[in-house]
């Protein structure tokens, strides 16, 4: 038998005749692939290379055994290695990188992912993600509830995002929803929207898209989770006067007046206390709130409110300013509105149990649901409050101007 040439036309059952050297190794070339050679050593191992020249210099590139490749999958990969070389983008770097990528854990692309979103999202739901990945260890100064730890725990989502993006599985967020739902099912559930959206994000990056095991891993995983069940702590106006009277008893003058306007605008929590006196049109009788639907609201400043807001003292930028928040205003009203409740013996009311009340105190006065809407800043729900209703201010002013004066009557508040 002759000897085999250095170079032909690879075909299956010639590359496996060829046999292993005596010593060292041997190169055989495809014809129709510049550069793809299989590689032979004494061993008898047998695998597909490329070799080219990068910036003067020969490269030689494993590809991968003949056998776990085919003929047709090795010439493709050649020919992209090819490409690169072309371009001078080594391939060898590029793989590393991507190695690198593949075993980076999902909250560095997770903390990618918020960065760039966060000029896009309200500044409270770029917080509530913020707070789903954070490290957790800090000691708790302020809000600690009754056995609760004094360290913070690691966030709500950071089981997940420490493992490498490509091992979070349907399976392990399963794991994760099974041993959560029970103890915290409205928690569960906001994480799992989050990490919902996450996924879509990373599966149409070019960069991070690869990394998805499978991006309808989050879809229809709401039935695993409890029926949510509506919260219905309100005030009844029956309740008003005792109500009033003990939040008017608070030390803390700027608590006092944030938990009584927030029931008389029906504001949202974060909205309200990040409210700035730049904010404030004392001509008009206006201010603008930050809400997490419209970006920005104009309300009108009905006289009490208005009056509880010029009675503070500006501190700094904030009107519900605060010396121990980092943030500069008011982050927890919570524990003072629970002992005012237990000294006026009245029943549990959530922060968000004021903005509930505002809406159902409203209809006392015959407000229009729309109006009462439009004030607490809801998203419109039907055709003709989205497109054929543009209420001014002033028609809002007239019927929050009835629903305040409606309140402190029933408060027994002269004013």
Same mark, same amino acid.
């Given at each position: 038998?002759? #000897? ?17 050297? /005596? &010593?060292?190794?041997?190169?055989? *070339?495809?014809?129709?692939?510049? =550069?793809? =050679? ?17 910036? =003067? ?15 047709? $999958? %090795? ?5 992209? /290695? ?32 918020? #960065?760039? #979103? ?45 493992? !490498? ?18 103890? +915290? !099912? ?16 990373? %599966?149409?990056?070019?960069?991070? #898209? ?9 879809? +229809? @995983? ?12 309100? /005030? ?27 029931? @008389? ?9 990040? /409210? ?29 409110? $208005? ?23 008011? &982050? ?11 000294? %006026? ?18 209809? *006392?006065?015959?407000? !229009? ?47």
């Amino acid at each position: 038998m002759g #000897k085999t040439p250095s170079k032909f036309s690879f075909s299956t059952k010639r590359l496996e005749r060829l046999a292993p050297p /005596l &010593k060292g190794q041997s190169i055989f *070339w495809d014809a129709k692939t510049p =550069g793809l =050679g299989l590689r032979i050593t004494k061993n008898g191992v047998k695998s597909f290379i490329l070799q080219s020249r990068l910036t =003067g210099k020969t490269v030689r590139l494993t590809i991968g055994q003949f056998g776990a490749w085919n003929i047709q $999958e %090795a010439q493709v990969e050649a020919r992209r /290695l090819a490409v690169s070389i072309d371009r001078g983008i080594d391939p060898r770097i590029e793989n590393k990188q991507t190695i690198a990528v593949k075993e980076q854990s999902a909250l560095s692309i997770w903390l990618e992912y918020i #960065k760039q #979103k966060e000029a896009r999202w309200s500044h409270r739901y770029y917080l509530d993600h913020v707070d789903m990945s954070r490290n957790g260890g800090e000691l708790i100064t302020r809000g600690l509830r009754r056995n609760q730890s004094n360290i913070k725990e690691a966030g709500f989502l950071r089981p997940l995002l420490d493992f !490498p993006l490509n091992q979070i599985t349907r399976d392990l967020v399963i794991t994760w929803i099974e041993k959560e739902r029970n103890s +915290r !099912p409205l928690k569960t559930r906001l994480a799992l929207a989050m990490l919902k959206a996450f996924i879509r994000w990373a %599966a149409n990056h070019s960069e991070y #898209k690869t990394l998805i095991v499978d991006r309808t891993l989050c879809e +229809r @995983l709401n039935q695993e989770l409890p029926a949510p069940k509506a919260r219905r702590d309100c /005030l009844q106006k029956e309740q008003l006067k005792v109500w009033f009277q003990s939040i008017k008893n608070i030390q803390n003058q700027t608590i006092s007046a944030y938990l009584q306007t927030l029931l @008389l605008t029906g504001a949202r929590r974060e909205e309200w206390a990040s /409210l700035k006196w730049s904010d404030i049109d004392t001509i008009w009788h206006t201010a603008i709130i930050r809400d997490k639907v419209q970006g920005t609201r104009i309300i009108s400043l009905t006289p009490y409110v $208005e009056h509880l807001l010029s009675s503070l003292p500006k501190i700094n930028d904030y009107v519900f300013a605060s010396h121990r928040s980092q943030c500069g205003y008011l &982050k927890e009203p919570r524990i003072a509105l629970d002992q005012s409740l237990s000294r %006026a013996q009245l029943p549990f009311l959530t922060i968000h149990g004021l903005r509930r009340s505002f809406g159902t105190l409203a209809e *006392w006065v015959e407000c !229009p649901a729309g109006i009462s809407a439009q004030i607490m800043g809801h998203k419109p729900s039907a055709i003709a409050e989205k497109h054929y209703r543009q209420r001014p201010v002033d028609l809002l002013r007239k019927w929050h101007i009835r629903i305040e004066q409606f309140i402190l009557q029933e408060a027994e508040i002269n004013f």
